[in-house]
T-cell receptor
Framework: DSGVTQTPKHLITATGQRVTLRCSPRSGDLSVYWYQQSLDQGLQFLIQ???????AKGNILERFSAQQFPDLHSELNLSSLELGDSALYFCASSVDGVQPQHFGDGTRLSIL | GNSVTQMEGPVTLSEEAFLTINCTYT??????LFWYVQYPGEGLQLLLK?????DKGSNKGFEATYRKETTSFHLEKGSVQVSDSAVYFCALSDRAGGTSYGKLTFGQGTILTVHP
């Protein structure tokens, strides 16, 4: 158990819809990262937050947004969903953005 | 930009065989290097890491040495077990400003299957 909690584990929705994925980092970790894992693109970094502030941005679509709240949990919002957004979305956390990242079990998003 | 290339997979071995999974990278500066493992239905677990040239990371019988001259970080294990069957990812991280681990850049992953 990595200590990183992601909910829900599975999400099935339709094109055009909006979903929110939630991540609770390990106790004491200030930094949260989001990654997308798909068959064609592999594992790709989306965005990083540190203590509530956005720190780094990767290949994140404009339809996607994220935030980190004062209690350090993070949410990834995906809107106007397309079939190609079907993927596993991982959250990872680290204590200070320096130590290695620990991953949650992911949220599997299926777009029908 | 940064990139990581892993050997073509999948890899199928018999129990107690020797394992090598090749990993090479392209990066500016001095990245940190990692191997993560993903068991079916689970997230990624950090297997081992190395933060500077010639460092050797090791864990659970797995080893990898940070080779700056060949930009490689090959994963090895002397005797694999059925329980080692999983997907293995090589990754590197930026050291933005020299003080923090930034995003992870992953290789495409190598599926390892070990038969009894």
């Amino acid at each position: 158990d990595s200590g990183v909690t992601q909910t829900p584990k599975h999400l099935i929705t339709a094109t055009g819809q909006r979903v929110t994925l939630r991540c609770s980092p390990r106790s004491g970790d200030l930094s949260v990262y989001w990654y997308q894992q798909s068959l064609d693109q592999g594992l790709q970094f989306l965005i990083q937050y540190y203590n509530g502030e956005e720190r780094a941005k990767g290949n994140i679509l404009e339809r996607f947004s994220a935030q980190q709240f004062p209690d350090l949990h993070s949410e990834l919002n995906l809107s106007s969903l397309e079939l190609g957004d079907s993927a596993l979305y991982f959250c990872a956390s680290s204590v200070d953005g320096v130590q290695p990242q620990h991953f949650g079990d992911g949220t599997r998003l299926s777009i029908l | 930009g940064n990139s990581v290339t892993q050997m073509e997979g999948p890899v199928t071995l018999s129990e107690e065989a020797f394992l090598t999974i090749n990993c090479t990278y392209t990066a500016t500066g001095y990245p940190s290097l990692f191997w993560y493992v993903q068991y079916p239905g689970e997230g990624l677990q950090l297997l081992l890491k190395a933060t500077k040239a010639d460092d050797k990371g090791s864990n659970k019988g797995f080893e990898a040495t940070y080779r700056k001259e060949t930009t490689s970080f090959h994963l090895e294990k002397g005797s694999v077990q059925v329980s080692d069957s999983a997907v293995y990812f090589c990754a590197l991280s930026d050291r933005a400003g020299g003080t923090s681990y930034g995003k992870l850049t992953f290789g495409q992953g190598t599926i390892l299957t070990v038969h009894p």
